[in-house]
């Protein structure tokens, strides 16, 4: 037990230190990773990028049917 | 057909697609080939215990670093745009690609949290020994886990494993190793991580070039001219092997995007392999449309036939034996093949039918003509054809599918002489004195990232109109949203896209000027 918890200790210790030591360019694309990972899943998953067939059908039987209708009824592509 | 319906939400559905998929591959490659190379160079240092080894590891992780944390993530947005844009390929494809995605998000996420960090902080932290493993491990998982989204990819080049169930109108996996050790998927993956590689040897060149023109940290820039230089050979000669195998796996299951590819419209034995060349507008035509023809060419006689077929008397079809069939060579024409759609269609549209009627006696027996061996290996392999106008819309856009191919492997050229010049100057010893040749390398960084770029243009625009090869085109696959919203996220995507780029070009820049400080 007291290996186990040495070793989880070691292990926060690496993380507390790398983020504290961390060089300039390291503390840049953190703050761009937040940034990105803000507008993700914040802003473009939120407002933009439902889930087309769960937002509108209730149940995986209502959506079986819209996809095979769709698929009856599939329009031609061009290149 | 569906009625009034936008073909501008499919385009602006492929541009957005297509978009964020060119944006997501700048960032990946380059992992995928530099963590090897930082593997390599740590194993130096730790074998032979010279610091200036740990120098230059840690040189090009920082940079390594930088491109993996802005890239991080960015093939997320993929899979938002396949739940909210293409909703209907999403749930025909079933839990054949959920599943190797949700193998690649997991194995992402511990090789993250745990060995990059290792990697990154864990310098004075670990024994040299358990560093090595984490950055080999981090080098080899960043590899596999490409592996899934590449098995998937192949799979809508090759269909294979599957079965469509009509209940719930999606494929379900029916033979894990079928859709693992697809012929495609095998050559997809090394084909795309050996040019993964590839790429990164020739960004270590590169910027090596640029300190050796600045006359500084010369000895790490001819440190790594050598292990890029032999890493970046080895891996043309790998990345040429892999095309061409992945080149011949093409004329067999994809044999119009093959055709495509050489520009190749009437069949023929003794083909020959266009080495350059430029088309032109012609008067020729396939069905309806008009096909373009060589305004010039330089061709290698025969070797089409013997790459493909094995000798120079094989017979390598044309766009027009695809189109109007070949009895002689057992080609089937398009039109019987959208026949035979069109009848796997008619027992699609029966068995809902008899949902809607409730005749479960018809709805059992339609089942039972889904699982036939034969139902599915003659008609519904064709399912998509059954959407298809004219037999001569199969045939994709030929002079970018043609263009992007030979430019391609031009590049792929142009990358081994490179590489073979670098390591003659390096191991003569006069590499810093060929200025000539330092500004060339360094001004080449761009071009294996169009070579990879074309590789994936050429696969996708090839495949066209199919999103799943023969089983569903791209405008069944579209979700029926407003053309609107997808405009404004292609803007947003592109804003983002661009801004990250700049972010790690900037701070790329300004630490290769710092250079090495460890």
């Not at chain 1, 990773?33 to 509108?56: E, P, R, V, Y």
């Not at chain 2, 590449?150 to 859709?179: C, D, K, S, Y």
């Amino acid at each position: 037990m007291n290996r186990i918890l040495l070793i989880l200790n070691r292990f926060i210790r690496l993380y507390y230190d790398g983020f504290r030591d961390m060089p300039n360019w390291g503390r840049k694309v953190w703050i761009i990773i937040i940034i990105k990972l803000f507008i993700m899943f914040a802003l473009l998953k939120i407002f933009f990028f439902h889930d087309f067939l769960k937002s509108k059908y209730d149940n995986d039987k209502q959506r079986s049917e819209y996809v095979r209708d769709q698929l009856i009824n599939s329009p031609a592509t061009h290149d | 057909m569906i009625d009034n319906f936008d073909m501008s939400l499919v385009d602006w559905s492929r541009a957005q697609f297509a978009l964020t998929a060119i944006y997501h591959w700048i960032f990946v490659p380059l992992t995928l080939g530099l963590s090897f190379i930082l593997a390599i160079m740590e194993s130096i240092y730790v074998k032979t215990g010279n610091e200036e080894w740990k120098r230059i590891t840690r040189f090009w992780m920082t940079l390594f670093g930088i491109n993996f944390a802005i890239g991080i993530a960015t093939g997320i947005i993929l899979e938002f745009e396949f739940g909210t844009n293409w909703s209907n390929y999403s749930w025909f494809v079933g839990d054949i690609f959920g599943a190797p995605l949700a193998v690649e998000g997991i194995l992402a996420f511990f090789l993250e949290s745990t060995f990059v960090v290792v990697m990154f902080f864990g310098w004075s932290k670990v024994s040299k020994k358990f560093h090595l493993t984490s950055t080999w491990l981090v080098a080899v998982g960043a590899n596999l886990s490409a592996l899934w989204i590449l098995v998937a990819n192949a799979w809508m080049q090759h269909p294979v494993g599957m079965i469509f169930n009509p209940e719930t109108a999606r494929n379900e996996m029916v033979n894990f190793w079928a859709v693992i050790f697809n012929q495609v998927a095998v050559d997809k993956f090394l084909h795309t991580i050996s040019s993964g590689f590839l790429l990164a040897s020739m960004f270590v060149l590169s910027i090596s070039s640029w300190f050796l023109i600045r006359k500084r940290e010369q000895i790490m820039a001819k440190r790594s001219i050598l292990i890029a230089g032999i890493f970046g050979l080895l891996s043309s000669l790998l990345v040429a092997f892999t095309g061409d195998s992945s080149a011949r796996t093409i004329s067999q299951v994809q044999p119009v995007k093959f055709a495509s590819m050489e520009a190749l419209y009437e069949g023929k034995t003794n083909a020959g392999l266009v080495a350059f060349g430029f088309l032109k507008d012609s008067d020729k035509k396939i069905g309806s449309k008009t096909v373009k023809d060589f305004a010039i060419k330089i061709e290698i006689p025969g070797l089409l036939s013997v790459l493909t077929g094995g000798d120079k008397d094989a017979y390598v079809p044309g766009l027009k034996d695809h189109i109007d069939g070949n009895v002689e060579r057992k080609i089937m024409a398009t039109p019987e093949k959208m026949e035979r759609g069109k009848y796997a269609l008619g027992v699609l549209q029966l068995y809902s039918r008899a949902r809607m009627t409730k005749d479960k006696e018809q709805i059992e027996s339609i089942k039972g003509i889904f699982n036939d061996k034969d139902f599915q290996t003659n008609y519904f392999r064709y399912f998509g054809y059954a959407s298809v106008l004219s037999p001569e819309d199969v045939i994709p856009n030929v002079s970018v599918t043609f263009y992007s191919f030979h430019l391609m492997v031009m590049l792929g050229f142009i990358f081994l002489l490179i590489f073979a010049m670098a390591l003659y100057f390096l191991f003569r010893d006069e590499i810093a004195d060929k200025r000539w040749f330092l500004w060339i390398v360094l001004f080449s960084l761009p071009l294996p990232y169009i070579a990879s770029e074309l590789g994936w243009i050429l696969t996708e625009v090839g495949r066209q109109p199919w999103i799943i090869q023969d089983l569903m085109n791209v405008s069944g696959a579209v979700s029926q949203i407003k053309t609107g919203s997808v405009i404004t996220t292609f803007i947003l995507f592109a804003v983002l896209f661009t801004g990250l780029l700049i972010s790690e070009i900037s701070i790329m820049i300004k630490q290769i000027k710092t250079g090495p400080r460890h």
